[in-house]
């Protein structure tokens, strides 16, 4: 059995790579990974893959086909789609512990539907879809496990989806402010944004122009403070009271 503290990987490029301890366990707690056994979860991590890219470096491709699914370590990672009109539809920002085109291994043809594209310098650990399904057909019990959750997923993609179709673009932006708080216990909030905002105006499917306006509108009537990328909530349930009051 391997080593706790260590996990022994081949990368991309033929090199062996040492996982660290705290590595390991990011992965392990994973719903992927957390219903399998120790033996089991040795042979997952001891045929990964992991593999360091530039910002900027586009990691698979839509329409190629899906073999391995991923987990992001460190960096952030951009999903999007390519419309017939060649314009870039921003899918969803994967951030550190967690996992990316894995529901795409039940897929009759395995294709990814979207691009994946590092924002900044990223470490990732793929894994192959082929021997995960063989472990999924051997323990039921874990596939129902891991059916929850990407059940949960699909819920909060279809959350989104219908803030982008019912909400305007100030409700979009606010209800972004408001899921990027960490302590909700707190009425005044101070937190710097993690994207570049012409990357959010793209998330929440609106125009660059109209998020500087929209920023403009909710400074005007003090329900933001913003300096650069840091912004300042002076009061959480104010904010919701007047979003709440366009729905």
Avoid: W
């Amino acid at each position: 059995m391997t080593d706790i503290k260590t996990t022994i990987m081949k990368t991309h490029t033929g090199l062996n790579m040492t996982l660290s301890k705290e590595q390991r366990t990011q992965i392990l707690m994973h719903p992927m990974f957390s219903g399998f056994s120790t033996e089991i979860q040795d042979e997952l991590l001891s045929e990964a893959q992991y593999r360091e890219h530039h910002p900027q470096h586009l990691i698979l491709r839509q329409g190629d086909t899906a073999e391995r699914f991923f987990l992001v370590l460190e960096g952030k990672v951009k999903l999007f789609r390519i419309s017939a009109d060649g314009k870039e539809k921003v899918v969803e920002i994967i951030q550190p512990g967690h996992t990316f085109a894995e529901a795409v291994m039940f897929m009759n043809k395995p294709l990814y539907p979207v691009c994946a594209e590092s924002l900044d310098a990223v470490k990732l650990i793929s894994f192959s879809n082929r021997m995960m399904l063989d472990y999924l057909e051997r323990y039921p019990k874990i596939c129902l496990h891991l059916l929850g959750h990407l059940s949960i997923r699909l819920h909060q993609r279809l959350d989104e989806l219908e803030n982008l179709t019912l909400q305007n673009a100030t409700q979009r932006f606010a209800l972004y402010l408001v899921s990027q708080i960490k302590d909700r216990t707190e009425d005044c909030v101070e937190m710097d944004l993690m994207l570049p905002k012409g990357l959010i105006a793209a998330r929440l499917s609106i125009k660059p122009e109209t998020l500087s306006r929209v920023m403009a509108t909710l400074r005007g009537d003090g329900l933001i403070e913003s300096r650069g990328r840091h912004i300042t909530i002076p009061s959480v349930s104010r904010l919701l009271s007047e979003f709440s009051a366009e729905v």
